[in-house]
């Protein structure tokens, strides 16, 4: 979320956010494909701005239209569509950013409309599917559909990649507890049994975002899986405190069918009102190490201190 225009102009950063992303431009660029959560639209006129039950827990991100070349510029290659703010200003917010997107060739997944993507990058081909408990996206609680989703990529692509906006938010809930999770009376997943059931379909890689927070990673089958990749880039209007601040950038290698070969981690930090920076705390990190020791005991990751996920 690169800042926003709503409700005024004072939440949307200088230069237009061209710099934002800079500091990690070599890092973001060096991967034969990109991904990352895209978080509220990006549209130029009003739209039509959600209502909430309660307005203290209500945010609506609007960014104009020319945000889209900072992800461009970043080296993003495709984005999920699929959580909480994707219909913050109603159809005409959904149909600005889907043109917006396919005007600037970036791919991306996870509406009704739209729910996944084939792109190829460097002679590989790649599905994305990108699955929510939100209204307007592909619901990440019909599991039946979310497999037959991915074993359709599955037999169309090399390596499918899914995303899924769901588990409680905060650092209250940051580990993963196998069971369903409800946050404000919202069904927010059972977040291991649908990466687990999406990979038992054909998955490759599971990426989470949702919580704001990081939390563990796993290796399922061979597939990993990142809990939630925490708070990115979210300029102005969101809580940076604590864990709320940091998010681990995780690259993931593969061999041609999909198996884990092993996972590097740039931790990062925003600074200021939201600005992403390599964080020489590694906070991330340590994060990773003891969420994922905690949920995941058994599991046969390691996470050297350097950020390096391998199998023991």
């Known amino acids: 979320m690169m800042g926003t225009n709503y409700p005024d102009e004072s939440y949307l950063p200088p230069y237009d956010g061209k710099q934002l992303l800079v500091p990690l431009h070599k890092i973001l660029q060096d991967a034969t494909l990109t991904f990352g959560n895209l978080e509220g639209v990006l549209l130029d006129g009003e739209g039509t701005v959600k209502r909430c039950q309660n307005p ?8 104009p239209e020319k945000y889209v070349l900072n992800l461009t510029a970043a ?7 699929a959580n909480n703010h994707t219909g913050d200003f109603g159809p005409e917010g959904r149909t600005s950013t889907v043109r917006v997107l396919k005007e600037a060739d970036l791919s991306f997944a996870g509406t009704l409309e739209y729910p996944y993507t084939i792109l190829e990058r460097q002679g590989i081909v790649f599905g994305m599917a990108a699955f929510s408990p939100n209204t307007g996206t592909v619901s990440i609680h019909d599991l039946e559909n979310a497999q037959k989703m991915v074993s359709l990529l599955e037999d169309q692509t090399d390596i499918v990649i899914v995303s899924f906006h769901g588990g409680a938010e905060g650092a209250d809930h940051q ?13 927010r ?16 890689i599971v990426f989470g975002h949702g919580p ?43 061999n041609s069918s999909g198996e884990f070969i092993m996972a590097e981690v740039t931790p990062i930090r925003q ?37 390096v996920i391998r199998k023991r």
């Not at 993963?176 to 409800?182: A, I, P």
């Open 271 to 307: 600074m200021g009102s939201g600005e992403p920076q390599i964080d020489q705390y590694g906070g991330a990190i340590e994060s990773l190490q003891r969420l994922t020791l905690e949920d995941f005991p058994e599991s046969v990751l390691e996470i050297t201190r350097e950020g």
């Open 212 to 254: 704001h927070v990081t939390r563990s990673v796993d290796l399922y089958k061979d597939r990993f899986i990142a809990y939630s990749l925490g708070n990115f880039c979210t300029y102005a209007r969101f809580n940076l405190r604590g864990e709320n601040g940091i998010a681990p950038l995780i690259k993931v290698v593969t």
């Open 189 to 204: 997943g059972n977040v291991c049994k649908f990466a687990r059931a999406v990979i038992d379909a054909g998955a490759d």
């Open 75 to 81: 080296g993003f290659d495709v984005v999920s569509l």
């Open 175 to 187: 580990n993963v507890l196998c069971e369903t999770e409800f946050y404000y009376g919202e069904n």
């Open 56 to 63: 203290d827990l209500c945010y609506a991100f609007r960014s």
